[in-house]
């Protein structure tokens, strides 16, 4: 029997070669769509995390060259529109993209270019698992990542709707939601997400959740030394934390990375929504349709007497009028 | 009386016999009109219901699966929305509010009882009748315009991401309150006995027209005699 592989720690290191089996099992499963009673994992996967340094980036597309290659997408070829976002958005067959952001920077009088590496954030409290109505098509494995099961999904887009980062995509063909998976398959054999290991300033960097929070405390502390006050990570609490953090250069203003939310949360809408309104619309439904049948069964029925058919046929006789002539 | 004023009849109905006393409520293409919108509202309660709560997830086995149940259910409700409205315009004159329809609605407590002596005497529709056909329109007109703007494989980017949030929960509680006014609507017609009948053979009886909507029989009569006396 092969050997489970390890969970993987990094990115950067090679991954071993002998054939194991994979390390992200069905069991491993802490969240799933549509379904209330997932089974408590028997074992406890380390919390991984993908840590993006924005400072570092270059904008070289390295991370989306990989993440197509990885993942075999083929976005289509766009036209140049005089900006450097390549494809201009997210798209089905585009999990990563690098958003580029022109900044003065009304302190300095500095010219910054911000360049974020967008792409699905892996949060602990997710929105489109939330929000999907088909059991099983969106997981959470205990390692904090968050999968579609395109097999499970229907592409009725409601995870478009959960998400508070605006991720997700619908294939036009395929019918299915698709997003960056922190390469699941990878990670499950022991090796880091492609984008991280295609990245040639380490910009991004992956292994566990602790590491990468250390990494970037260490990152941010270089950047305030550098005269970067504001410099800090962005985990954002609101959605329990992510499983893709950033540094940032100017983490007091996350939108100015190409509309980073600032505090993003799932709307109460779609809380409301897949919460109380689900529950007592059923109940509602449900009540009103068991009262009508047994009121229907029980209750004496509101029927039309020998007596009535017979004042219509003299109505009728009269065109109308009733017996002293006039009209009721 | 004129016979061209219509206040409370369409000018399809007619007193088929006079011994016994059947009257004709609903012709041919309104019963096919209403039947063709039934069907669609079953399909889009049994495939919405699905997508509404997962306990109900299985009813997309019903449609051959999720993803064609996510692909049928807009589009028969676009079937029924066009279809409504051939309902509409068939129906919306006689379902205009009278002032009848305050006193029968004070009456509610009569109504429930069965007695419809204490009651005024109506037209072709009820109050309650009414606030299914009005309700009806309301809540599909809503579920139509939101429907689309949660259509994902047509619409995507019709509405921003916000707006498709509200959309989706209106779609969802319009859902709901039609389907309350669905059990009102089907209860209502099995309850008042000889009701049925008029969406299945057109016909009711005339002890029927005369028990709940006299108005409306009285009118009939009196076009009848207009015409004999031609």
Known sequence: ?328 | MSKDKLVYSARGDVIEAKKPVVVNRYRGFTRANHWLTAGCMVVLILSGFAFFHPALYGLTGLFGGGQTTRWLHPIVGVVLAVSFLGLFLQMWKLNLPRREDVEWSRNIGDVLKGNEENLPELGKYNAGQKLVFWGMTVLIVTMAVTGVMIWEEYFPGLVSIPARRVAVVIHALAAVGSVLILILHVYAAFWTRGTLRAMTRGTVTGGWAFRHHRKWLRELAGREDGRKAE
């Not at chain 1, 960056?180 to 022991?190: E, K, M, P, Q």
């Not at chain 1, 910009?203 to 566990?208: L, M």
């Not at chain 1, 990375?257 to 439904?285: F, H």
Request: charged fraction near 20%; charge should be negative; include cysteine.
């Open chain 1, 1 to 328: 029997m092969k050997d489970l592989a390890p969970e993987p720690t990094t990115a950067q290191a090679n991954p071993p070669v002998q054939p194991m089996e994979s390390n992200l099992l069905p069991s491993d499963v802490v969240r799933v769509s549509a379904t209330s009673n997932v089974p408590q994992p028997e074992r406890q996967l380390t919390k991984v995390a993908k840590l993006i340094d924005v400072s570092k980036c270059i904008g070289c597309k390295a991370c989306q060259a990989a993440c197509v290659e990885w993942n075999d997408t083929h976005p289509a070829l766009e036209e140049n529109v005089g900006v450097y976002d390549n494809p201009h958005d997210l798209t089905p067959e585009m999990f990563t993209l690098m958003r580029f952001t022109e900044y003065e920077n009304p302190q300095t009088g500095d010219f910054e270019w911000l360049i974020r590496k967008d792409g699905c954030m892996h949060c602990e409290d997710p929105g489109c698992l939330k929000a999907c109505p088909a059991p099983g098509a969106i997981v959470q494995y205990s390692n904090g990542i968050v999968d579609f099961i395109s097999d499970n999904c229907i592409g009725c887009g409601y995870c478009v709707q959960g998400c508070p980062f605006d991720i997700p995509r619908i294939h036009k063909t395929a019918h299915v939601s698709k997003k960056c998976t922190l390469c699941s398959d990878r990670v499950a054999v022991g090796q880091g997400p492609a984008c991280a290991k295609a990245c040639p300033t380490e910009c991004i960097s992956f292994g566990t959740k602790e590491d990468m929070i250390a990494k970037a405390e260490g990152r941010i502390e270089d950047l305030k030394s550098r005269g970067y006050d504001n410099a800090g990570l962005y985990d954002p609490q609101g959605v329990g934390g992510t499983h893709v953090m950033y540094v940032l250069h100017h983490a007091d203003q996350p939108s100015l990375y190409a509309g980073l939310p600032d505090d993003p949360q799932i709307s109460p809408l779609v809380q409301g929504w897949k919460g109380p309104a689900k529950t007592a619309g059923m109940a509602v439904a449900g009540l009103a349709a068991a009262g009508a049948v047994l009121h229907g069964l029980l209750a004496r029925p509101n029927e039309v007497s020998e007596h009535e058919e017979q004042e219509a046929e003299v109505l009728v006789d009269q065109g109308g009028r009733d017996n002293d002539g006039g009209q009721a």
